[in-house]
């Protein structure tokens, strides 16, 4: 396998502020955090992860100071669990003890307030973790601890402007075929450009669990008056930055485009960061990055 195809990228662009982070997985249980600053495009490489992450379960603030993250090691003495930590650095400030990969994850509400996806029996900290004064934690919603991806990655979608055009038909494949489930029609996720009702970004998932390849099979295509201008075929991830430029992940690599929202015309593509040579390392979060 080349290392680009092993490569996977999610970013989650914080709603108040210009940070992100990114979350770099490759082989599949060793993840990279960074904190991206959009308003200069500086990524700031930091802690590694000796797990599986589940970055459509994670949040940002809304400020950008804490990412709450679902993560498995599957062994130990939390082989699944919830945790809150400060990017670029998954040491935890707070964990949440799991056991299972149904729901996990949660949603921040505000700066100091989160919704978690557990069961009421696994809202309970780990021992030695604390939660500061004024913290507010509650389940997610009356099904809480239900679901895998979903309901995290569908609810944050529709809080940061994306809305559901079309659930998508699902046909599941015999064991053995080189994708699990395939969609056709393809599920589409929509979101306008900030500054243009002309402009849409839509993601089109086609496939789920694709032998040797992403656990989801998707494209991302610019819409402009109905017609599309531009198609990211198999990307990471895609979004539109608070100033209308359009973001997008693709084989190890992020790029920022301009659009003309006016003329609806995107301009000249740039290359941000190539993140396929990075190496697993070792790295203790300085002191700040261990307390609230």
């Given at each position: 396998?080349?290392?680009?195809r092993?490569?996977?990228?999610?970013?989650?662009?914080?709603?108040?502020?210009?940070?992100?982070?990114?979350?770099?997985?490759?082989?599949?249980?060793?993840?990279?955090?960074?904190?991206?600053?959009r308003?200069?495009?500086?990524f700031e490489?930091?802690?590694?992860?000796?797990?599986?992450?589940?970055?459509?379960?994670?949040?940002?603030?809304?400020?950008?100071?804490?990412?709450?993250?679902?993560?498995?090691?599957?062994?130990?003495?939390?082989?699944?669990?919830?945790?809150?930590?400060?990017?670029?650095?998954?040491?935890?400030?707070?964990?949440?003890?799991?056991?299972?990969?149904?729901?996990?994850?949660?949603?921040f509400?505000?700066?100091?307030?989160?919704?978690?996806?557990?069961?009421?029996?696994?809202?309970?900290?780990?021992?030695?973790?604390?939660?500061?004064r004024?913290?507010?934690?509650?389940?997610?919603h009356?099904?809480?601890?239900?679901?895998?991806?979903?309901?995290?990655?569908?609810?944050?979608?529709?809080?940061?402007?994306?809305?559901?055009?079309?659930?998508?038909q699902?046909?599941?494949?015999?064991?053995?075929?080189?994708?699990?489930?395939?969609?056709?029609?393809p599920?589409?996720?929509?979101?306008?450009?900030?500054?243009?009702?002309?402009?849409?970004?839509?993601?089109?998932?086609?496939?789920?669990?694709?032998?040797?390849?992403?656990?989801?099979?998707?494209?991302?295509?610019?819409?402009?008056?109905?017609?599309?201008?531009?198609?990211?075929?198999?990307?990471?991830?895609?979004?539109?930055?608070?100033?209308?430029?359009?973001?997008?992940?693709?084989?190890?690599?992020?790029?920022r485009?301009?659009?003309?929202?006016?003329?609806?015309?995107?301009?000249?593509?740039?290359?941000?960061?190539?993140?396929?040579?990075?190496?697993?390392?070792?790295?203790?979060?300085?002191?700040?990055?261990?307390?609230?």
């Amino acid at each position: 396998m080349s290392v680009e195809r092993a490569t996977r990228l999610y970013a989650i662009l914080a709603r108040r502020s210009p940070t992100a982070v990114v979350l770099r997985r490759g082989p599949s249980k060793q993840v990279l955090l960074l904190r991206w600053d959009r308003s200069d495009d500086r990524f700031e490489a930091g802690q590694w992860l000796s797990a599986r992450v589940y970055e459509r379960r994670c949040d940002l603030s809304p400020g950008g100071r804490l990412l709450v993250y679902f993560a498995g090691k599957h062994q130990g003495e939390h082989p699944t669990y919830t945790a809150i930590s400060k990017p670029p650095y998954f040491t935890a400030l707070a964990l949440f003890p799991k056991g299972d990969t149904w729901g996990g994850g949660g949603l921040f509400e505000g700066e100091r307030h989160l919704r978690l996806n557990h069961v009421g029996s696994q809202m309970t900290l780990a021992p030695g973790f604390r939660l500061p004064r004024g913290f507010v934690l509650e389940p997610l919603h009356e099904h809480s601890g239900r679901g895998e991806d979903g309901p995290i990655e569908h609810l944050r979608r529709v809080r940061d402007g994306w809305s559901l055009h079309a659930e998508g038909q699902g046909k599941e494949h015999r064991l053995g075929s080189p994708l699990w489930l395939s969609l056709d029609p393809p599920q589409v996720y929509a979101r306008p450009h900030p500054r243009s009702d002309r402009v849409v970004l839509q993601e089109r998932r086609w496939g789920i669990h694709e032998v040797d390849g992403p656990w989801y099979v998707q494209d991302y295509a610019v819409v402009i008056d109905g017609e599309d201008h531009l198609v990211i075929e198999r990307g990471d991830w895609a979004d539109w930055d608070r100033n209308g430029d359009l973001l997008w992940a693709k084989g190890g690599r992020i790029h920022r485009a301009p659009l003309d929202a006016k003329r609806g015309r995107l301009g000249e593509a740039r290359e941000l960061v190539d993140l396929r040579d990075e190496r697993f390392r070792r790295l203790e979060a300085p002191a700040d990055a261990r307390r609230w």
